[in-house]
């Protein structure tokens, strides 16, 4: 019997997406496969993703990644959720802290007592039960893993880092595990004959690089997915309208903050993102309703720092490839399809392509049925995605220009439908087909949303009263006790990771 094991993999794109691909593959696949990464420098990469979730750990701990040099390398900081301001309504503001919010009881979660709290004339808000919120609008962090000797779980975190610093680390990693980089520009894609798979990619300079494997990174073109295989694309636009972005740094101001920012412009969001040598910035704007002139004149207004840098524009579709595996392409990052960086999915959704390649990782063979299951699960956890940015969108009261009330008014998914009726009726929520956002998630962006249940799960009126005042207070004592004694976010880092 032959051996159809694969033994050559070529990652075509470098950026964030490459590298992680290509370091996850070094690390993963061991010396027997080769792995080629084909870029070149005249090909700008996008660089927008500088914060996360917290899966990033997840990767950099398969990676074996020491958390402090990684920070120390990328100009990083701690992130411990997103605060979003004016989009249920002008003037509203609240975070998508990450972690937990208060403590489940039974097999009630925490919101319901919460919920029976507030329908009862209770004034105290979901986050006041969040140390992630508490500890964010303080500027503090730490790494806590408990809240002292209770069973409470302590901050849950991600990173804000520099796309580009992040890629340039991740190569010096994956060219250590022997990942060979070619610098050059692809200009002919071969397929073979009968099947169609790609056999190999020219470069400008006449070297023809074959592989058994192709990774796609090649941004935007998908030039292998799309350019090569015309694999098609399912356009989400008619549910995410904004179209355009523009990205520009601006210098570093005090304080340093552990969250991003996402502010509701006149017909888009501007992101905020502190880093420890520079602040991020961007918009992303809908282009029917809002020039490029007026959105950068926007942006540049409301930087809290010095530009360090002209906008840099770029265009998108939001949407994405109707197969991400076809034959013996895999497509990642911005080839596989485009969700706006509004929840920080961006690079979540390069860690979570590998993961799935590598459960999933074939032989000379291709097999249909895996590589339709890739294609099943990476198209269910997108839809997902999706869904979560849409309620962003669609759970508005402004009415203030044209864009926010055609978000208000746009019919969507039937997914997001039931998901928002069931939760109006009696805030119960379930996680479901690859949802990369858990319970606790959608729960802050509904309330922060202005989206509040009619009433509460029947089983939290067994507390009395006075069982329930006791329990909340306690709850919110313990919480900000634990806040109030982790050190400040800048000092920290100063301590621990500084660049």
């Known amino acids: 019997m032959s051996d159809q094991r694969i033994r050559q993999v070529v990652i075509v794109g470098g950026g964030t997406a490459g590298w992680m691909a290509a370091a996850t593959l070094a690390k993963t696949l061991g010396p027997d496969v080769a792995i080629r990464l084909v870029e070149s420098d005249e090909i700008a990469t996008v660089g927008v993703g500088e914060a996360t979730i917290p899966q990033i750990k997840l990767f950099n701990g398969v990676l074996g990644l020491d958390e402090d040099e990684f920070v120390r390398e990328t100009q990083g900081t701690f992130k411990l959720g997103i605060e979003f301001v004016d989009w249920g309504k002008l003037g509203d503001r609240y975070l998508h802290a990450f972690g937990a919010v208060g403590h489940d009881l039974g097999l009630i979660p925490f919101h319901h007592y919460w919920l029976r709290h507030r329908q009862a004339g209770g004034e105290t808000r979901l986050w006041d039960y969040s140390l992630n919120d508490i500890a964010a609008h303080a500027n503090r962090f730490g790494r806590m893993a408990t809240v002292g000797d209770t069973k409470l779980p302590g901050l849950a975190y991600a990173f804000h880092f520099d796309a580009a610093l992040y890629a340039r ?41 074959g592989g058994d494997l192709f990774i796609d990174c090649s941004g935007f073109r998908g030039l292998l997915i799309e350019g090569a295989l015309k694999t098609g694309y399912d356009d989400w636009s008619h549910w995410l309208p904004c179209d355009r972005a523009l990205a520009v740094p601006c210098a570093r101001t005090e304080p340093l903050t552990p969250y991003t920012r996402a502010t509701a412009r006149t017909a888009g969001w501007q992101w905020r993102i502190p880093l420890q040598h520079r602040t991020g910035n961007g918009m992303v704007y809908c282009s029917r309703h809002l020039s490029d002139d007026e959105a950068a004149k926007v942006l540049l207004e409301s930087l809290d720092g010095e530009p360090l840098a002209e906008p840099r524009p770029l265009k998108f579709v939001t949407g994405r490839r109707k197969k991400f595996w076809n034959r013996n392409v895999v497509a990642l990052g911005l080839s596989s399809g485009f969700m706006e960086p509004l929840e920080s999915t961006s690079i979540h959704l390069i860690q979570s392509g590998l993961s799935r390649l590598i459960s999933l990782f074939p032989d000379k063979r291709f097999s249909p049925v895996d590589i339709d299951e890739y294609n099943r699960q990476a198209g269910l956890e997108f839809e997902r995605i999706r869904d979560f940015i849409v309620l962003h969108y669609k759970a508005t009261a402004r009415t203030d220009t044209p864009f926010w009330r ?7 998914p039937e997914t997001l439908t039931r998901k928002i009726g069931v939760f109006a009726n009696a805030g119960r929520l379930y996680r479901e087909d690859e949802d990369l956002f858990a319970e606790v998630s959608w729960l802050q962006v509904l309330l922060g949303q202005g989206i509040e249940p009619a009433t509460h799960h029947p089983l939290a009126d067994n507390l009395t009263e006075e069982q329930l005042t006791g329990f909340l207070s306690d709850l919110r004592q313990i919480l900000g006790g634990a806040a109030r004694a982790l050190p400040d976010h800048a000092e920290f880092i100063a301590a621990h990771c500084r660049a």
């Open 406 to 412: 055609d978000c208000a008014a746009m019919e969507i």
């Open 169 to 209: 680390y991740l190569r010096k990693y994956a060219e250590q595990r022997g990942v060979v980089r070619t610098e050059g520009k692809i200009q002919q894609v071969t397929l073979r004959e009968p099947d169609g798979f790609v056999e190999s990619v020219t470069l400008e300079s006449g070297e023809a690089i």
